[in-house]
């Protein structure tokens, strides 16, 4: 496995585990508002349970949606198109690749 590909797989190691908690956390606020009839809306302690959920599930959606990205580059990587510009073919600068791995657009495009 090369640098890139470690790098790659570490941080879908590390989103696959986010979503995974994000899922459970996400179950238990379902879970714990199951059968409950409290008035969340006008609870003066904080967020609504309705929040909540709605938060968790846009985190989650985001997760997911990176989990594809680091899946498609790493597609890239083995088909050698990886590091290049979708839009214009030139290759992506090495700062931006490092702090976004998954990048598909120089920054020109992004």
Aim: glycine share 8%; hydrophobic share 45%.
């Amino acid at each position: 496995m090369t640098a890139l590909e470690d790098v790659l797989a570490q941080a879908r190691a590390a989103t696959q585990a986010q979503i995974e908690a994000l899922t459970a956390e996400y179950a238990a606020v379902v879970e714990a508002s199951r059968g409950d009839n409290a008035d969340d809306e006008h609870d003066p302690e904080g967020a609504t349970i309705g929040f909540e959920r709605a938060q968790l599930g846009a985190v989650l959606a985001q997760a997911t949606s990176r989990l594809a990205e680091l899946d498609a580059a790493t597609a890239r990587v083995a088909a050698g198109s990886y590091g290049r510009c979708e839009v214009c073919g030139r290759p992506i600068g090495d700062a931006r690749l490092a702090a976004r791995p998954a990048a598909r657009t120089c920054i020109d495009h992004a």
